[in-house]
Each structure stands twice: as C-alpha cells, then as structure tokens.
C-alpha cells in the first residue's frame, strides 16, 4: 500500500497516543527528563517510535530561539586533552539534554577566526573554546552576543567563566623538586610561549626556579624533528651540569623523550625529563619519570556545568575554576 499522502504524525499525535499533555512530549524532546517519571519517558519514547514521529526541530528552533546545541572550539583534536575535553563537555550537555559539536582549530589562530564568524551565524545556544585570541578578537569574530566559557587557558581582563589548571603552581613546584634533587639546567620543550598564557605560566613557573634555561620552541603546524632532536642533544651535551628537560605537552614528550630514552640520553642521574602527560602511553615510557597530570575529562565536565548555569540563570560556583594538576 502506498503511503504518497499519508500525513506525517505531529506532537499531538504522539500526545494522544502516550497519554499525556503535549507540554509533556515538548518537555521529552527537549531533554527535560527530570521533570517526568521514567515509566512516562518510557512511553512517551515508544509513542513517539510507533508512529515514526520526526520532531520539526527548525521550526522549535524558531520559537523557543534555543538550538539545545554548544558550540565547542578545542585547540587540536590530534591532542589526548582536547579529545579528553570534548568528552566531558559531552558527557555532562547530554545528561541535561543539549548537544556538544566540535570545532577543530588546529593550532591557527586565522583558523579560529574564521569558525567563530561561522558559529556565530548559526543558532548555537553558547560557547566553549580553548581560546588562541583574547576576548576582543574573539567578540568581534562572533558579531553576536552568546553565553561563553574559556577552558584550558588563562584569559586576562574576560567577564566569561573560566576553567584552568594551576599552570604556574605546578610548574614551580615541580622545578623545585628537581632542584633540589640537584638539577640546574633546565631544556623547555614547548610550542611558541608567547602564543598561549597556559604556556607563559608554566614557563615561568620554571624560570622561578631554574636560572639556567634553555627553551626549544617547536611550530605545530610544521617542524623538522630532526633539527629539533639535533637542538636538544646539543644543549644536553654542551653542559656538565644536571639537565631537566621540561615538556611543555605531551606531544613533545611523546615525540622526543622515547628516542632520548633509545639513545641512552636520559639516565635519571645525569640527565632525567618531566612534563605535562595525560595518556597511560605516556606513563609507560618509561616508568622512571615522574610526570604532571592533568584531568582534561573533568575540566570539560566543569565548564560544561558552567555554561549551562549561564543559560539556565542560575547563580555560578565561581567565575574561576582551577582544576589541579598531579605530579606523579
């Protein structure tokens, strides 16, 4: 039998048949679940399967001028953090019926303009980034007003809640320990300082205890590993003093530690490394090192909490959420 002209089943419909108000099915498809009892979101779900319904979210859009959609801008999905990150923003928006879409910048700051032009554009109820730029850059990209939480990075003179680690802390806490274990020259291997506060902090919390640094800054768009393992080596045999190579991520750590350990460079006597390491991978280089974690999962847990307190008018924890770090 055909069904050219059947009429599509409408939030009434499914209403009727679940036996309930149709405020109630509104209140279902806009995840407001804690305002029903299970049974009935049971059977306001197999009303809604029975009859095929297709909710007209545009038109819902429209009216209620909510989406029920974040926008979420992360620095590099390539890193175990921003993936992390992702995840427990999910996590928490879905608990409370909103969806987390994800926005990769890459490490590019022209990049980051040119999604936040086209977020703005479009019908996302807020915002959650890792922002590169600062907050004038970031309004005038957006072109709209729209509830915004910052993660992962410190953002001077911003009204927006922020979740962060205690960068500058842990860093000198840290430095001490190697210290005073001996350690006097320090190899920082970080991404551009000057181009993330989250750096400048951690940099700096070094440089309160080292006075011996030397800083190896490496391009995320393009770099030569080899050149930059050529650097490294150079700066550890170029000294009779004990070295202490920081990593400023842990793609750096990744990437440079496990052929130092290859190569016998890093014998925890003479010369030993350290860094900011979240994946088990990273802990199983080598079992030796003592390594700062973070918990990207929880940080985006926190800000997605954040945002929805913005959009639901609720009164904020704090403007500022410090999420410490480990040293293990």
């Known amino acids: 039998m055909s069904n050219k002209g059947k009429k599509s089943a409408n939030i009434k419909d499914v209403a009727a048949l679940a036996g309930v108000s149709v405020a109630t099915v509104s209140r279902y498809l806009n995840g407001e679940l804690g305002r029903m009892s299970s049974k009935t979101a049971k059977t306001v779900q197999e009303a809604i399967e029975k009859l ?35 995840k427990g923003i999910s996590a928490i928006l879905e608990s409370r019926g909103y969806i987390g879409v994800l926005f990769d910048v890459d490490s590019d700051e022209q990049r980051e303009r040119k999604l936040l032009r086209t977020i703005g554009s479009q019908m996302f ?5 890792q922002p590169a730029n600062g907050p004038q850059t970031i309004i005038e990209a957006l072109r709209r007003p729209l509830p915004i939480v910052t993660v992962d990075r410190e953002v ?27 350690y006097t020259h320090a190899i920082v291997l970080t991404s551009e300082i000057k181009k993330a506060r989250t750096r400048q902090e951690r940099y700096r919390g070094i440089t309160a205890e080292f006075n011996h640094v030397d800083a190896i800054e490496i391009s995320e768009l393009a770099h030569n590993h080899q050149a930059t393992y050529r650097r490294l080596v150079q700066l550890i045999q170029a000294t009779a003093e004990k070295t202490l190579i920081f990593c400023l991520k842990e793609r750096w750590l990744l990437e440079f530690v496990p052929q130092l350990v290859f190569d016998q460079l890093i014998d925890n006597q003479k010369v030993t ?3 900011f390491a979240d994946t088990d991978y990273a ?44 040293f293990k």
């Open 273 to 275: 490394a350290t860094g």
């Open 156 to 182: 001077d003179h911003s009204s927006w809640p922020q979740v962060i680690v205690n960068n500058y802390e842990i860093a000198r806490s840290v430095s001490r320990h190697f210290r005073q274990l001996g």
């Open 125 to 129: 109820d807020g915002l959650i980034m």
């Open 283 to 326: 802990h199983q280089l080598e079992p030796r090192l003592k390594l700062i974690s973070q918990n990207p999962y929880l940080m985006g847990g926190s800000a997605a909490e954040l945002m929805l307190n913005q959009l639901q008018d609720h009164p904020q924890p704090a403007d500022r959420i410090v999420i410490p770090a480990k």
């Open 52 to 86: 095929n319904y297709v909710p007209n979210s545009v038109a819902r859009q429209m009216k209620t001028r909510s989406s029920k959609m974040i926008a979420v801008v992360v620095s590099n999905v390539d890193d175990y953090f921003s993936t992390e990150l992702f």
